[in-house]
């Protein structure tokens, strides 16, 4: 079962990565936006809140297919 997982996971690993990518980099694409509005300082504090978070989303995401990506070259 576990020959049947190994060869199913580049497909997974890539729809993973696009799954999570996608809306991760929309977010912070209308947040950069959001910064060239004129925002009072509580907003601006939002806005790096969200900032900050989506950021740390990307680099989890990229941490996850490093180590999903790894263990599939190692399986092979």
Same mark, same amino acid.
């Given at each position: 079962?576990? #020959?049947? %997982?190994?060869?199913?996971?580049?497909? %997974?690993?890539?729809? !993973?990565?696009? @799954?999570?990518? !996608?809306?991760?980099? $929309? !977010? %912070? $694409?209308?947040?950069?936006?959001?910064? @060239?509005?004129? &925002?009072? /300082?509580?907003?601006?504090?939002?806005?790096? %809140? !969200?900032?900050? /978070?989506?950021?740390?989303? =990307? /680099?989890?995401?990229?941490? =996850?297919?490093? &180590? &999903?990506? $790894?263990?599939?070259? #190692?399986?092979?």
């Amino acid at each position: 079962m576990l #020959n049947n %997982v190994t060869a199913y996971q580049p497909s %997974v690993i890539s729809q !993973i990565s696009h @799954e999570l990518r !996608i809306p991760i980099t $929309g !977010i %912070v $694409g209308m947040a950069h936006f959001l910064e @060239e509005t004129p &925002l009072n /300082s509580e907003q601006q504090s939002y806005l790096q %809140v !969200i900032l900050a /978070s989506a950021n740390r989303l =990307l /680099s989890l995401e990229n941490k =996850l297919y490093a &180590l &999903l990506k $790894g263990n599939q070259n #190692n399986a092979q």
